[in-house]
């Protein structure tokens, strides 16, 4: 199967107040594996007229503001919050990505909490389920990374990563980087998926 690998930075947790300000989105076909640096990428800062976030958040997208600050009106990996999702679905169908009987592009999303948070920031932007749209089933790697009998909350990514055996365990916070990780925490899994593993009741 094919998926997209998408990870979000934003200016603060609150999806009607807070901004989207990286984008980035990274196919992963399951049937024909190529390495992380050679997979189809698609990233944009998203400049906006003026940024509302809380301390700890920008201070953590610090590098990715001064970018937006520091960047020419042209620079092609930057964009409107209003081009955004249209340069997407564009990059979407040079990618084989097909759109349905409403002309939306319809994709499967993998990523870190893509559907309890990524999520509601994505319904905000203009064109979200016109556009472009999510399959309703979503891949979020903390389930396959999960301990049943010892968590009392799903793992975060940098747990998955440790529990992984990655040399690096820390989260970039630079959406490309984390959108790669989601795929190599799911990859171990396309071989020997879970269900392959669970024997027949009575066996």
Not at 66 to 72: S, T
Not at 88 to 114: C, E, S
Not at 156 to 172: G, L, N, P, W, Y
């Amino acid at each position: 199967m094919r998926y997209v690998s998408l990870d979000l930075e934003m200016t603060g947790n609150q999806p009607e107040r807070h901004q989207i300000i990286e984008l980035a989105a990274v196919v992963e076909d399951t049937k024909r594996l190529r390495p992380l640096e050679q997979l189809p990428t698609f990233r944009r800062a998203v400049r906006h007229a003026e940024y509302i976030g809380t301390a700890g958040a920008l201070a953590l997208n610090a590098r990715l503001l001064q970018e937006l600050a520091d960047a020419p009106a042209d620079q092609p990996d930057i964009c409107t919050v209003v081009d955004l999702l249209p340069q997407l679905r564009a990059w979407l169908l040079t990618q084989g990505f097909k759109p349905d009987k409403k002309d939306r592009v319809a994709v499967t999303l993998a990523g870190k909490n893509i559907g309890s948070f990524d999520l509601l920031f994505l319904r905000q932007l203009p064109g979200w389920g016109t556009l472009v749209r999510a399959e309703p089933a979503l891949l979020d790697p903390a389930a396959f990374y999960l301990n049943w009998r010892k968590d009392s909350r799903l793992p975060t990514m940098s747990i998955c990563k440790a529990r992984a055996r990655f040399e690096d365990q820390t989260v970039a916070h630079e959406a490309v980087a984390d959108a790669l990780d989601v795929i190599r925490l799911l990859r171990p899994f396309y071989a020997l998926p879970v269900y392959q593993q669970v024997q027949p009741e009575g066996e």
